[in-house]
């Protein structure tokens, strides 16, 4: 089932050596530059440092580039379960995926507007994206309503003439801080009364610098501001584009989440089992490296068994997660929703079991930023939230379990 074929196995063993070869040696002084270089909190001038783009051109000419993409042009024509493996490497490291082109939230748009968007807007913003010259912005989650619930959408989208009237606040929109964040995918409300509630919301591309677009603030997550990328929070007043700024057209944002998403979700996933993987690799290296009491510190307690479990766990998330790889290139998104929404569940909360674990045996440099340990654990806690909290999929997987019993359609 999970075979793979000599070209795929081709790009995760390339993938493997530059990651080795080329991000790991310079990955603990380029971060340790980036908090020199934004240092005084001030977002407006955030910087990534140089080397960033240096990486880019050599992943870039080695063809390790947009891999998260299945075109064969614009990406290089991998299946989700062929860059399941690929990504599950660049989660090893908290700087791979930036340097492949292949972090959130530009992967997940860039893939919409593949998939939906047209042809003017591809040759303006896919293109752009593509090449690795802009970054993007996702808006989706409100401050001020319960938005694992995305019907309760307040910010609209509404058709005067020829334009599209913004109005709005979001927060938590990833990447918003960027330097290079020119172009921003705004879900709202688009009130049409003959339609049902899954069919009123839409996708709306919005270059960042149009009037009425404020950056109000960026948001700290544990403290950290995650610079140079970070979360922000954002409003539109009454800000207009053209209806042609639409991504495939008005009323398709359910749609068009959920295409986004399943692959997305993948991605995020074996993310998670990569770092955990790293973080389980620290955790014996630090644990047998140290000793107290007479014994390496790994022998003390329960620590040998707290391995092993975090053995079983990383495994067991990995096949999950190819699995639902399998069938959603094999069956279809729709076929894979309880595998899809299973993974979002387990992955992230096995990334913050091992983390913890880890974080436990290094000590109090377990807490520092001279591991990438506190990295993976705002990672794992996050994505315990984003793209929906585990309660939302867990919800799903039982009424799809229900559904199965005859249950789904019945009403009171």
Not at 314 to 341: F, H
Request: proline share 4%; hydrophobic share 40%.
């Amino acid at each position: 089932m999970f075979e793979l074929s000599n070209r795929a196995q081709d790009y995760i063993q390339r993938t493997k050596a530059f990651i080795q070869n080329e991000i790991e040696p310079v990955e603990t002084e380029f971060w340790h530059q980036v908090h020199a270089l934004n240092i005084d909190g001030d977002w407006t001038k955030w910087q990534w440092p140089a080397e960033l783009e240096i990486l880019k051109d050599k992943a870039k000419k080695v063809g390790l580039w947009n891999m998260f993409l299945p075109d064969p042009v614009l990406g290089q024509g991998l299946s989700v379960q062929e860059y399941a493996h690929i990504a599950e490497l660049s989660g090893r490291s908290l700087l791979a995926p930036i340097v492949f082109n292949c972090n959130a939230p530009d992967s997940g748009n860039m893939e919409v507007i593949w998939r939906y968007g047209t042809d003017a807007q591809k040759e303006q913003w896919l293109k752009p994206l593509l090449d690795g010259k802009i970054r993007s912005v996702f808006c989706m989650t409100e401050p001020a309503v319960a938005s694992s619930d995305a019907t309760n959408m307040q910010a609209t989208a509404v058709v005067d003439g020829d334009e599209i009237v913004l109005n709005g606040r979001k927060w938590w929109s990833s990447g918003l801080g960027d330097p290079n964040a020119k172009i921003i995918i705004f879900m709202a409300h688009t009130p049409d009364a003959n339609k049902d509630r899954h069919h009123q919301h839409s996708m709306v591309l919005v270059p960042v610098d149009t009037q009425g677009v404020t950056i109000e603030r960026m948001l700290p997550v544990f403290g950290d501001y995650d610079a140079p990328h970070g979360h922000g929070e954002i409003s539109f007043d009454n800000v207009r584009v053209p209806v042609a700024n639409f991504i495939g057209g008005a009323g398709q944002g359910f749609e068009i989440a959920q295409g986004r998403l399943g692959p997305g979700r993948i991605h995020h996933c074996m993310r998670c089992i990569g770092a955990a993987e790293k973080a389980l690799e620290l955790m014996i290296d630090r644990g047998m490296s140290r000793t107290a009491f007479g014994k390496e510190i790994l022998k003390l307690g329960g620590n040998l068994e707290r391995v092993a479990d975090a053995r079983v766990a990383i495994d067991q998330a990995r096949l999950l997660t190819l699995y639902a790889a399998y069938k959603m290139d094999t069956l279809g998104n729709m076929a894979a929703l309880t595998e899809i929404s299973a993974i979002k569940v387990v992955a992230p909360s096995v990334l913050e079991k091992v983390v913890d674990m880890a974080m436990q045996i290094h000590g109090g440099m377990g807490l520092s930023r001279d591991t990438p340990l506190t990295g993976f654990f705002a990672q794992a806690r996050s994505l315990r939230l984003a793209d929906g909290p585990d309660e939302v999929h867990k919800g799903m997987i039982a009424k799809l379990e229900l559904k199965k019993r005859g249950y789904g359609s019945r009403k009171k």
